[in-house]
């Protein structure tokens, strides 16, 4: 099998010859996008990954350029630029050279925060900050959809100018499930539905969801990924070791592929190559060769020795 076919086997929860692998980081937001495609090769190539995801730091600045929310009721107002933006028009060029570079042989998948994560960056990257923006969303709640719903329209045509450039889908970080923000009910009011028009854009244009279950760090990187159960997803990730999921129950609750399973705040980066190599072997006899590709729990530190991550994925070729 080739990369591709590799992972088309595990998005059909198929066993392919071997266990796929990948790891990844993220890139100082200032690289050009000639930098930031050499950065994503270069990993690519030390790791022998299966598949590219490529971050792009700059990404939530699509509705910072500008704006300015002081009161709920400015997002009714927000205009977005679509894809005459820089923020669109980098990774656009990311994905065709890194296309250009690889040849074809491994599948692309761009990163994409979700809207309401957007909508976030506007408070945080204008002198504000999260609380700011949960106190917004529970003062006027309809205000900040409509803002969420401009996003989630911008990066839906993004996607198909992303997969028109080469990627094959999206590596979509699901976020804002941590139980300390909402309660459930509010989160599918508030949160689901943008989620799902940005997933269900790539499906609808032949792309692959891999879904990761985000939780950030001043929650404890604590999640609630069984919120997500029905998400049209291909392959699934979340952290593992902080939400009490394991890579077994995930892939009967999602009943849908799995990815990841190694802790990138604990053995990643503090265990021997031997220990790593030994627990992934552990997961691959765990879940199964079918529907599962080896990872970290989240992006792993660009500091971290790549024999680290080299242990990890050759363990999973043997």
């Not at 999260?130 to 329209?153: R, Y």
Request: hydrophobic share 40%; aromatic share 10%; proline share 4%.
């Amino acid at each position: 099998m080739n990369k591709i076919e590799r992972m088309q086997a595990v998005f059909a929860g198929k066993a392919p010859d071997y266990t796929p692998a990948g790891f990844w980081f993220h890139y100082p937001a200032d690289l050009t996008a000639e930098e930031a495609a050499k950065a994503h090769v270069k990993l690519y190539r030390q790791l022998d990954n299966d598949i590219i995801k490529v971050m792009d730091d700059s990404f939530g600045h699509m509705v910072t350029e500008g704006i300015d929310i002081r009161k709920p009721s400015d997002w009714r107002e927000i205009r977005l630029p679509g894809r005459d933006c820089q923020q669109y028009r980098k990774m656009e060029k990311v994905i065709r050279l890194i296309a250009e570079k690889t040849g074809g042989e491994v599948m692309i998948f761009p990163t994409f925060w979700s809207p309401f994560k957007i909508a976030s960056f506007t408070y945080c990257f204008a002198g504000r900050d999260d609380a700011a923006f949960m106190k917004d969303c529970a003062e006027d709640p309809e205000s900040v959809l409509a803002g969420v719903q401009a996003i989630a329209n911008a990066e839906t045509d993004w996607v198909k100018g992303y997969l028109e450039a080469g990627a094959s889908g999206v590596y979509y970080s699901g976020q804002f499930s941590e139980p300390q923000r909402f309660d459930r009910e509010t989160w599918e009011k508030l949160v689901k539905p943008s989620d799902l028009q940005v997933l269900n854009e790539v499906k609808a244009q032949g792309g692959y969801n891999i879904l990761h279950i985000c939780g950030e760090a001043e929650h404890g990187f604590r999640s609630s990924p069984e919120r997500y159960v029905g998400y049209p997803g291909d392959l699934f990730n979340w952290d593992t070791h902080r939400t009490g999921l394991s890579l077994e129950e995930g892939k009967k609750l999602f009943q849908a592929p799995v990815l990841g399973g190694l802790d990138n705040h604990g053995l990643l980066v503090e265990g021997s190559l031997a220990e790593i190599a030994a627990e992934t072997r552990r997961l691959i006899e765990t879940v199964g060769r079918e529907g599962f590709m080896v990872g970290a729990d989240c992006t792993v530190p660009n500091t971290i020795e790549i024999e680290r991550l080299r242990a990890a994925v050759d363990a999973a070729k043997a």
